[in-house]
């Protein structure tokens, strides 16, 4: 049964979705991406790349925080035709996770059956040093919310066991090998922030087995498996967590650090994405 909730998001995504055809050349993409900070460089590798304003969509969101662009980029990186979220709606914007739902909706209206994540995330492994990435392997949803609440029937009570897709994931590792860079696999926990964590936090988190930290890619990853996509994700390290080091964590280092590897990060995802089998 669907709630008034789940009947507005699919008539927005149907609404959205039918803008964008109307206005793209482009054919149907097949992948999906949302890009954190430092992986806006990404829309560089797009070829015959068409570009939408989300204030141009209809019900899409307009994130406030500075390093994500609201806009849509369509067109084909290597033979793979993407739809790239170049910002995202983070819940500590809002207080509540179902800011990309439209987005990622409208995502899979449009044909993609793969949402590839980005974000920027602090480091709680000492093997997982500030520049490199981390493939995704699952998650600790440490401030326990979801997107779904509100939404009734069967179809809430999503399982999250292979969360963050395991063959997608080892085609990621093995071009990173091929492309020599650096990527670790890992467990993400979420913080809504937008406050960053303390030490103790922190200690906690790798009690609990997470590998890097961050305030966003949860609520994202339980929306695309609710509509039943395909989801890999990656952290690029700007940081370690708080007490494992001595710098000064902020929102303006978090940027620094992202920016100071984003060609790595940009250039070694067009290349997956040129690769990838969706």
């Known amino acids: 049964m669907q709630t008034n909730l789940g009947l507005e998001i699919q008539k927005n995504a149907a609404i959205a979705a039918n803008y964008i055809q109307e206005l793209s050349s482009i054919a149907a993409p097949t992948v999906g991406l949302i890009l954190g900070s430092g992986w806006a460089d990404v829309t560089a590798h797009i ?20 390093g994500h662009v609201p806009e849509l980029w369509l067109g084909n990186i290597g033979p793979t035709r993407v739809a790239v979220l170049a910002g995202r709606k983070h819940s500590y914007e809002t207080g509540h996770a179902q800011g990309m739902f439209i987005p990622i909706a409208t995502l899979k209206a449009l044909g993609c059956s793969i949402l590839v994540q980005t974000n920027a995330g602090g480091s709680v492994n000492s093997k997982i040093p500030v520049g490199s990435l981390m493939a995704i392997s699952d998650h600790l949803n440490l401030a326990q919310i979801s997107p779904l609440v509100g939404l009734e029937g069967s179809d809430r009570f999503v399982p999250l066991g292979n969360a963050y897709d395991a063959q997608l994931r080892q085609e990621a590792l093995a071009v990173a090998a091929q492309s020599n860079t650096p990527m670790a696999q890992g467990v993400y926990a979420w913080f809504m922030g937008p406050h960053f964590e303390t030490p103790a936090e922190i200690r906690m988190c790798q009690t609990l087995g997470a590998d890097a930290v961050g305030m966003s890619t949860v609520p994202e990853t339980i929306i695309a498996r609710y509509l039943q996509m395909r989801v890999l994700a990656f952290s ?43």
Do not use: C, R, W
Not at 47 to 66: E, L
């Open 47 to 66: 070829q015959n790349a068409q570009k939408i304003s989300y204030a141009d969509i209809p019900a899409f969101p307009q994130p406030t925080v500075q």
């Open 236 to 278: 690029l390290i700007t940081n370690m967590g708080a007490g494992l080091s001595d710098e000064a964590i902020s929102h303006a280092h978090t940027l620094a650090q992202a920016q100071a590897a984003s060609a790595m990060a940009s250039n070694y995802l067009a290349t997956l994405l040129g690769q990838i089998k969706a």
